[in-house]
């Protein structure tokens, strides 16, 4: 069955430092994943994608994520965050009947 | 705004009793999809219809159930409920059938308390 485990349930990170988000994911077929953000009372947007090709993938308000498939990783990064990146960010995978697997999400608090 | 409309927005109701979420998708998409969050299960993927047709069916309990209408609105009907149903119930809507190429957008959620 095709999972994504996301290592951190909360990343305490103080503003204009980098972040990064852990995701590993496990499947035994090629895969699509995701990254969502979910901010406070809101649904959830999607940050990136990567479907094929290029493993390094760069999404919307300044995130990139890179695809291992060595590691079955696919870590969010940002090298700046701001205040208004605090969010909860999940990470997704594609599995058969073409339905999106969540993550448990990471809580990001951008710190002053 | 994601274009996808979930009504009410808070439902506050007793165990046993039986409640109907309601989900307008974005102009154009024709897919719908259910999902469940609570703290302890995360983000439970319940069911998809496409125009109209079930095509994806995940955690829902036999309790629950949902259509699509012909002009492609759905419906989350939730029954017999317990304490344990309290949730956050999305939905999202898409053009196509699969996530990869069709992304999902997701209204701001119905806020289920069950007492």
């Known amino acids: 069955a095709q999972s994504v485990t996301q290592l951190d349930s909360q990343v305490p990170v103080f503003e204009e430092a980098p972040v990064e988000l852990r995701c590993n994911y496990s499947?035994?077929?090629?895969?699509?994943l995701f990254w969502y953000v979910q901010y406070p009372n809101q649904g959830l947007q999607l940050l990136l994608k990567?479907?094929?090709?290029?493993?390094l993938v760069k999404g919307i308000n300044g995130f990139e994520a890179e695809f291992n498939k060595s590691q079955t990783s696919f870590h969010l990064r940002k090298p700046s965050v701001h205040r208004s990146d605090t969010a909860e960010y999940f990470c997704?995978?594609?599995?058969?009947?073409?339905?999106?697997?969540f993550g448990e999400g990471t809580q990001l608090t951008v710190n002053p | 705004d994601s274009g996808v409309t979930q009504t009410p927005k808070h439902l506050i109701t007793a165990t046993g009793q039986r409640v109907t979420l309601r989900c307008s998708p974005r102009?154009?998409?024709?897919?719908v999809y259910w999902y469940q969050q609570s703290l302890d299960q995360g983000l439970q993927f319940l069911i998809q219809?496409?125009?109209?047709?079930?095509?994806a069916k995940g955690n829902i309990l036999e309790r629950f159930s949902a259509q699509q209408f012909p002009d492609l609105h759905s419906e989350l009907n939730l029954s017999s409920l317990e304490l344990g149903d309290s949730a956050l119930y999305f939905c999202?809507?898409?053009?196509?059938?699969?996530?990869?190429?069709?992304?999902?957008?997701f209204g701001n959620g119905t806020r289920l308390t069950v007492t």
């Open positions: 999202a809507s898409s053009v196509g059938l699969q996530p990869y190429n069709s992304p999902l957008h």
């Open positions: 499947s035994s077929v090629s895969v699509y």
């Open positions: 990567y479907l094929s090709g290029s493993t």
């Open positions: 997704a995978i594609e599995t058969s009947g073409s339905r999106l697997t």
């Open positions: 102009s154009g998409d024709l897919s």
């Open positions: 219809y496409y125009n109209g047709e079930e095509r």
